[in-house]
């Protein structure tokens, strides 16, 4: 893998993701909170980078997702331990990660297939309401450790959830199609 700067950017938020849960585990919520903003700043930063300097690579189009998955998987593991978002939800979140995580071995090292990673707006709105979610939980989770009561669950974030869940199942079951048309060589990407 080459290590240009958007690849060492999208190494260093798989790096940080023990770091920011130990600091906001440890309640140092401030530090925890700069790095976790660092983490997500890191997702923008690479993809636009690796585009301005010309110097998009297969793997970086690669590594950003698993990234990301990694990333989602750590953080909403760590509030589903904490009882901040619900198991089915997350239960969503692992399946969809992990099925797509699973998926690029098999083709890039079984098969020996290069594929490509092009989100459409659907997955994109999918990232945006995982990381308010995401937001939601961990900022929840601080205001509780002030003394507060939190924040009103249901009437706040259950319909983001709900609308959330829909998105990642319809991730799901697009997803498997356009991976067997990449398995039998018929498409190259996955959106």
């Known amino acids: 893998m080459p290590l240009n700067l958007p690849n060492l950017l999208t190494l260093s938020r798989i790096l940080l993701i023990p770091a920011v849960l130990l600091l906001i585990h440890q ?10 903003g660092w983490v997500f700043l ?7 980078l690796a585009r301005k300097l010309g110097i998009v690579t297969q793997a970086g189009m690669i590594l950003d997702p698993v990234a990301d ?6 953080m909403f593991g760590y509030l589903f331990a904490v009882e901040r978002v619900p198991g089915w939800y997350v239960a969503l979140i692992f399946v969809r990660d992990l099925a797509q995580l699973a998926s690029i071995p098999v083709l890039l090292w079984w098969k020996q297939i290069a594929f490509k990673v092009a989100p459409k707006r659907i997955p994109k709105w999918g990232t945006a309401f995982n990381f308010a979610i995401l937001g939601y939980g961990f900022v929840r ?20 959830l709900l609308v959330s869940g829909a998105i990642e199942i319809y991730i799901l079951v697009t997803y498997l199609p356009r991976f067997l048309q990449i398995y039998r060589g018929t498409h190259d990407t996955f959106e």
Do not use: N
């Open 69 to 74: 998955k990694l990333v989602a998987l750590a």
């Open 27 to 36: 309640r140092s919520f401030t530090a925890g909170f700069l790095l976790a």
């Open 42 to 48: 890191t997702d923008y930063l690479d993809g636009r």
């Open 141 to 160: 989770l601080w205001l509780e450790d002030l003394g507060h009561a939190g924040l009103p669950y249901d009437s706040v974030i259950l319909p983001v």
